[in-house]
Each structure stands twice: as C-alpha cells, then as structure tokens.
C-alpha cells in the first residue's frame, strides 16, 4: 500500500516530492469515519460549499462594484439591470449569506446536542466560535456595501455599540468609521475588510478541518471508535451522504434565490442611504435577531454600568459564552441520546433562541399577549436573556453532576449489528472492494 | 461474491456515470453566469452609434471620434490623396481591397477607418497634416512602425490588416452617423 499507492507515474512522481495525493487520500477518501453519523453531520460539508459559492460570487460582484458613497448603491442597481446575470450573482450572494447562518447555526446545535465540543475536541469546538465571529463581522460589512438605507443605519447602530465603552468609547468609534459619522472611510474600509475576512474564514476552517481530523467526527452515540468495524471509509460512504444532503440544500437555497430573493431581506434596503433619516423599524437580517434581543433587553443600570455598557457586554458574551462550554458542561457522556435530563434542556435552549428572534423583530413596548399590560417584548426579551445565560452558565454545570445518564453502547458497530443479523460484515467487503478497484 | 459484484456491474457503473453527467450539467449552468457576467453588460452594448458633424474638416485633416468607446478616423482625403489609393494595384497589398471597396463611392473623399493599429492596437499618426505619415500618405504607427497608406491599408511594418471600416452613413450632408 505504502509503495504502489498510485498508479499514475506522474502522480507517483508528484507525490514522492509534494504529497498532497496521499494527504487528499488519506483524509478525504480512506479516512475513517464513524458509521453511524446520522445527516446532522452534513451540515460541515455544506457549509463549506456555501463559503466557496459566496467567495466565488463574491469575487465577481466586486469586479462591478464601485465602493463609494456616491456611487455603490447605484454599481448595485447596475448589477441588478444591466451585468449579465448579475441578478442571480447578487441573489445568490445575499440568500447565501442566510443559508451560511442557518445552515451553521445547526451545525452548532448538532454540535450542542452530541456533545461534540467535549475532551478531545474543545480546540476544535474553539475554532468554530472563532469562525462564526468572523462570519458575523463579514456578513454585518458586507450589509453595509449597498449602501441602502438599512445598511447605513445599520452601520450606524453597530459601530455606535463601541460608543458604550467607558473614556475611550467616542475615540475608538471615530476610528473605526474613519470619520465623525458613517461616511466613504467607513463604507471604503468595510469593502477591504468584507473582501479579506472570508480568506480568513478559509485559514480558520483548514485549522478547524486539521483539528477535526486529529481524532476524528464525532458521532450521534457520542463514543469513541474502538475498532476498525466502527468505521467506514469516507469516500464513497460521506461524499454520498453529503451529496444527497447538498442536493436537498441546493434546492432549498434554489427555491430563495429564484423565488423568494428578498423575502429574508428587508425592502428599506432599496431606498438609498439617507444620513438625515432613520426608517422607522430598524432590524437586523434575521441571524443577528436573537442577539439584537439580547442587547435591547438591559435596560437598567446596575451600579455605576450604563444599560448601554451592559447591553453591549450582554450581546457580546452571548457568543463568547460558547468558548468556554467545554468546561462548562460536566457530564462526562457526550451525547444527549444518553442523557435524559439535558436532551430537555437542549430543546429548550433552542425554543429560547427561537423565542430571542421572535422578541429582535417586535418593538420592545408591543405587547405578548393583548390585554397583559406588564407582559411586552422588552420583558419576554429579558426573561430569554437570563435563561440563555442560565443554561450555559447554571444548568450545563449542574445537570452534568445531577443526571443520571443512560448506559452507552459498548461500541459503535454494537448496535448497529445486532438490529440487522448478519449483514454487519456486507460494508466492510464493499470498502476493501473500492479499494482493490482504485 | 464476485459473481454477484459483477451482475451489479452494469447498473452501478450507469448510475455513477449519469450522476457525474447530471452534476456536470448542473455545474455548468452555475459556472456559465458566473463566467458571462464579466463580459460586456448591457448598458456598455446599449452605446450603438455615433453623429458628428464634418463640415469644419477641412481636406488633408482628419479628426478622431469615438464609437463604442474605440477611436475611429474621420479623413477628408484630397485629390491627390484619393488618386494615390486609386492607383495602387491591388494584388500587390499584404491585405488586398480596392480603395473603392472602402469609401462610400458617392462621396470618396471622405475615409473612415479605426484608428487602432492591426498590429496591437496603438492610434497611428497621421490625422494632423503635420504629423508623420509614414511612407505612403497615410498613418504611421509609432509603436512597432507599420505604415497604412492614404485608404488606410496596411503596405509595411508588421501589422497583418487594413485599418477596419466601421458601417457608417451620411445622414445628411454634413452629419456622419457611425454605426
């Protein structure tokens, strides 16, 4: 094997000096992969797809348009009318930017749900929160590049967040626009940066891809592959489960960008920055919502911290938050299957997160339920701040001491034999089959 | 084992072979917007043509106008000029085309041509009477020294063609329309 591992003489040739077949080999066509992953782990493939299909048609809307505050959101009507397809380019470019989010938002859940984040996977849990940082401040410039009405007082908003920190506050937030207000240094330096992120994004995800690959996916049993009959190699078992996987999601993302292109957007986006006035409901995309929430739910000082401070502080540690779940979840059993009283709280944590959304689109002061006048936006935003918090910081460490977990399999491929007799053996000859074949 | 393998052959190569060929077609229906997005968009095909006036060129001048973005001569020829590119005998030129097929016939004095040169695209001398017009009359290129005479066909340097004649009209007496 180690020898005659290709039989192409360039390709031997090739790989004797730069071995980047026998990398490609072993991690993306031999490499062993646990065989009872359910589809919840496409989403990592298929994230990867929407980070290649938003730098590529990233690249080719920048080469029509203009970064200038009196030009761009004129280079952006151009693209619409005038450059070839430049409506779909477009299109895909700005749906694309909400599958990232949900599509990543549920690769993060899965990874909650499994326990993918625990020992010896924290690096790796770690570069994926850096990853959706970076994902945050790109899509947040990218926003502003039209230079509509939503994405100048979006940028607004966002960059006066900074305003909130104490002495330095207004210093640092001229800095960061370049100017006293939102103006062609701000828009200028978030087209550099928009553009440069996702290359970053694509360092990140090579480290987060290397970490993965050091001990392995995860699986929905949560326990560690044992023996080679845990395995299956992924090529051809994943690529084909990811393909049927990314045929589901390329209609879906298909179905918005053909028929639905502006129904994630917001229409107010179309009317040209206007620096003298504010629409009247400022909300962010949708994948910012729960956070939104977060920020607009403190509103009372405690001590000498504004509300403000606290909002922003708020809204910051409610991503940070996820760096530390690691050590902050004590069960010692990974996966939620095993363990009946956080599988509970995983699905309340998501119906809060959900509820957060709900709360960043309605005005604070709107009521819940007509009629209860305490009951509004504001408070129901409070109540799933302190429970979002409470999860992570009181629940996670508690229920890892409390529960009883069930009894986990004793290995992967346990289960999976003893529920069709006999036909355990029938993936393990097809593999060494492909093998012989290649 | 293998008898069985080699019965689910057939089947099993057909389904790889039509995936790939479905992918491919669905890859290529992505990548050509992709690809034709970066030619010319419509509002740059939209510049269709271009009027000016010609009454203030005066014979032996010629003056450059821009259709489609790309330079164009307009060049009142003088008797001589036009005599000199009558003349010539056509099966000589690296680029044979008789000086009638060039001009419109009615009013010959009048050359328009492009003014980017066959070689790699320089403007050629020779639109101000003073300027360097090459051995033969005509325009002379300053880049890799190609030579157009008084019809503007290439007769020495490395350039392979005649300057281009672009579909013109004259839509009145003084008013030229390229394209």
Redesign the interface.
């Known amino acids: 094997m180690e020898k005659k591992q290709f039989d192409n003489k360039l390709v031997q040739w090739v790989d004797h000096r730069l071995p980047v077949f026998s990398y490609m080999n072993a991690e993306y066509n031999e490499f062993p992969m646990p065989k009872n992953l359910n589809y919840f782990w496409n989403f990592g493939a298929l994230a990867t797809v929407v980070l290649v299909t938003m730098i590529?048609?990233g690249i080719?809307l920048a080469?029509?348009y203009t970064p200038h505050t009196t030009l761009a959101f004129g280079s952006i009507e151009?693209i619409m009318?005038?450059?070839?397809?430049?409506w779909?380019?477009r299109y895909i470019h700005a749906n694309g930017a909400s599958m990232f989010f949900i599509v990543v938002y549920i690769h993060i859940f899965r990874g909650l749900y499994y326990g993918s984040y625990k020992a010896p996977r924290e690096l790796l849990w770690m570069l994926g929160v850096v990853i959706l940082l970076l994902m945050m401040a790109t899509a947040f410039m990218g926003y502003v590049l039209p230079w509509g009405q939503m994405s100048y007082w979006g940028a607004q908003v966002i960059t006066d967040f900074f305003t909130a920190i104490p002495i330095i506050g207004n210093p640092l937030t001229e800095w960061l626009r370049g100017d006293f207000v939102i103006d062609n240094a701000t828009l200028n330096r978030f087209f550099s940066l928009h553009y440069l992120l996702p290359f970053v994004i694509v360092g990140v995800v090579a480290l987060h891809v290397i970490a993965l690959h050091v001990h392995g996916s995860n699986n929905p049993d949560g326990i560690d592959i044992k023996e080679p009959q845990d395995t299956i190699p992924f090529n051809p078992y994943f690529t084909a489960k990811d393909s049927v996987g990314l045929g589901v999601f390329l209609i879906i993302f298909a179905f918005f960008v053909f028929f639905a292109p502006n129904y994630l957007g917001h229409p107010d986006n179309y009317i040209e920055a206007n620096p003298l006035a504010t629409p009247a409901h400022i909300v962010p995309e949708w994948y910012f919502l729960p956070f939104y929430a977060i920020l607009r739910s403190i509103t009372f000082d405690i001590f000498f911290l504004e509300a403000k401070l606290l909002g922003v502080i708020a809204m910051g540690a409610a991503v940070m938050i996820l760096l530390i779940v690691p050590w902050l979840d004590t069960s010692k059993v990974r996966s939620a299957r095993y363990r009946p009283l956080y599988r509970i709280f995983f699905w309340v944590l998501l119906v809060d997160c959900i509820i957060l959304g709900i709360v960043g689109v309605k005005s604070p002061s709107d009521l819940v339920f007509p009629g209860i006048s305490w009951f509004d936006y504001k408070t129901l935003g409070l109540i799933g701040t302190i429970y979002y918090f409470g999860h992570f910081l009181f629940l996670m460490p508690v229920l890892g001491l409390i529960e009883t977990p069930r009894p986990l399999p004793t290995s992967i491929s346990k289960p999976v034999i003893s529920l069709s007799s006999g036909g355990g053996s029938a993936p393990i000859?097809a593999a060494a089959?492909k093998k012989e074949k290649a | 084992m293998a008898d069985k393998e080699s019965t689910h052959h057939g089947r099993r190569d057909f389904l790889q072979l039509t995936s790939i060929a479905v992918g491919a077609v669905g890859a290529a229906s992505f990548g050509w917007p992709l690809v034709f997005s970066m030619d010319k968009s419509a509002e740059v095909k939209a510049l269709s043509s271009t009027e000016l006036d010609i009454a203030s060129i005066q014979p032996g001048q010629a003056i450059l106008v821009k259709w489609r973005k790309k330079p164009y001569f307009v060049r009142r020829r003088t008797k001589d000029e036009i005599s000199a590119a009558v003349k010539v005998e056509v099966a000589s030129l690296r680029d044979p085309e008789k000086d009638s097929a060039r001009v419109n016939s009615d009013r010959p004095e009048w050359l328009v041509v492009g003014a980017n040169c066959t070689h790699f695209g320089c403007i050629p001398t020779g639109a101000k009477s003073t300027e360097n017009r090459g051995e033969f009359g005509g325009f002379y290129c300053p880049c890799h020294g190609s030579h157009y005479d008084t019809s503007g066909r290439i007769r020495k340097g490395p350039a392979p063609k005649n300057l281009p004649v672009p579909p013109y009209k004259f839509v009145s007496d003084n008013i030229l329309r390229i394209g």
């Open positions: 590529v048609t080719l080469m029509q151009r009318r005038d450059v070839n397809y430049g779909l380019i000859g089959a």
